[in-house]
């Protein structure tokens, strides 16, 4: 059989077996066909995941299996810590393989690295990395989120600090030309609210309510809205879960 071929199997097996609730060996056969995913891509010389899915016919497409282990990852080192580790190195490998052109996906990944030391206590990493980021990036609003979120709802072991969370949330609303700023803003009003600040909350809901507002009708052309569940196909053509491209 085909290497790609055992490797497809390999993941279907995860997927069954996480859909049977047996998270721990879903996460270890994932990784497992991770492992021989990347001698495959070093044995064919090929570059990235997005190649990696043209070249081969796939049951699961191969950028949404990474990214569903991602998420898995985390969901099981929630109660098994020492996954927050393998979720890093997995990451690390992920992000080096990824095209130029999976912003999104970078993007989610990095959190997840930097999160992950959180996670496991090392604020300092997760500091460094979400700084580095930014400082290239100043408008990626979900790295603020993502940074500021670690403060503000802590870990098991690490109390919440609603004080650095509203440093992060408050430089991220100072960028100009900040990337999902209502999502910012909507995060920024919690943080307000927990910290007592009701009149800044106040003026960010009106500022959230200009800019989530429906725009003004121009004409009387009914327009048609077709709901796309999360797990079907984008319409964008990516060939990627809607949840995992441009759904919210």
Known sequence: MEKHRIID???SEGYKFLDSGQTVSGCDTLLAAWEDIKVLMAEDNIRD???LDEKYKWTEFILNYVQDLEEQLYNLALDEPQYFTKRI????????????????LIENIRRAIAESHFALGNKQECDRLFSNWLADDPTW???????????????????????????IIRSALEQNNLRDRADVIDRAIEIYTALGNNEQAAKLKEELKILTAPPKKTTNTPIKVTKIGRNEPCPCGSGKKYKKCCGK
């Open 9 to 11: 199997e390999k993941i």
């Open 49 to 51: 995941l997005a190649a």
């Open 89 to 104: 190195r997995y990451c690390e490998e992920l992000l080096a393989l990824c095209s130029n052109k999976e912003d999104l």
């Open 141 to 167: 609003g979900w790295g603020h989120i993502g940074w500021s979120d670690c403060y503000h709802f802590g870990t098991k072991n690490i109390a919440p600090d609603l004080v650095k969370a509203e440093q």
